[in-house]
């Protein structure tokens, strides 16, 4: 299968694309930027739709992973490109999304079911945009729309999880009184793992996916902590919801996607991942 992946240059598009060809599939990257690694880059900017719509009926990918689908020009440009014919070999298209809109709905791997301009984050609300996009289209049929939670790994290119190693480290957790809100995660190379299984099966339409289980951010740090051998007896008053902010449980359980490990253990893995780094 020959599998197309806008922006899968760094993290878990990189690791998704390194499954991708374990499995024996042609993986084909394309960014704005060039790219030097394992497989042939294509340079094109996504929302040039003319300069993008020549490259898709040049490649004709088989299946599209989508990790750069932000907004509703993204979505309605990719679904106007497969009504044009620009992607006749399409079997699956992937797009990566959020599991935020479930901050504002009840739904789960359901259509947004609220008003968009009500959602006061704006990512978020540029997310359920494209979503909309995409299903209002007859590309939907061909796709999977998949809300991941929090994706952390020792080496989090946003520096969250690391952040938050050190904050259990270091003992500086707020006690648990306030609102023990639980919250799904999903570790870097397990989200790679569950996007690489998705696409390379039918489309799902909406889909969720994370390490099996749900915590609350207390005791995500009493994970990190023992996994750190530290104490978990904190004692400081930094709050974990700085860093993953939820607004209710954000917990996920899908029957579509592909079970993974549990979250302690994937939690574990990584905070000593981190801890292994800063001895080297």
Not at 225 to 254: M, N, W
């Amino acid at each position: 299968m020959k599998v197309l992946v806008l922006g899968g240059t760094r993290y878990m598009g990189r690791a998704a694309t390194m499954n991708l060809l374990a499995a024996g599939h042609e993986v084909v990257s394309v960014s704005r930027t060039p790219s030097d690694g394992a497989i042939r880059h294509l340079v094109c900017d996504r929302k040039d739709h003319s300069t993008l719509e020549a490259l898709l009926r040049e490649e004709a990918p088989e299946a599209i992973l989508d990790m750069v689908c932000f907004d509703a020009h993204d979505g309605a440009g990719m679904a106007r490109l497969f009504e044009s014919g620009a992607l006749c070999s399409l079997e699956h298209y992937l797009m990566v999304s959020t599991f935020f809109p479930y901050n504002y709905f009840d739904g789960r791997e359901a259509p947004f079911t609220g008003d968009p301009a009500a959602i006061s984050d704006g990512y978020t609300r540029r997310k359920v945009e494209a979503e909309a996009k995409i299903q209002a289209g007859t590309l939907f049929a061909k796709s999977s729309i998949l809300r991941l939670p929090f994706v952390f790994s020792h080496d989090d290119y946003t520096g969250r999880f690391q952040q938050f190693c050190v904050m259990a480290r270091d003992g500086r957790v707020t006690a648990a009184d306030k609102p023990a809100w639980k919250t799904s995660m999903i570790g870097m190379e397990d989200a790679g793992q569950s996007l690489s299984k998705i696409l390379q099966g039918p489309p799902l339409g909406y889909v969720d996916a994370a390490n099996a289980g749900c915590l609350s951010l207390h005791e995500i740090a009493t994970t990190v902590a023992k996994a750190l051998g530290v104490s978990s007896e904190f004692h400081g008053t930094d709050d974990p919801g700085a860093i993953y902010a939820l607004r209710r449980d954000l917990c996920l359980d899908s029957e579509k996607a592909p079970k993974l490990r549990p979250l302690p253990e994937a939690l574990t893995d990584e905070a000593q991942k981190w801890s292994d780094s800063l001895a080297n």
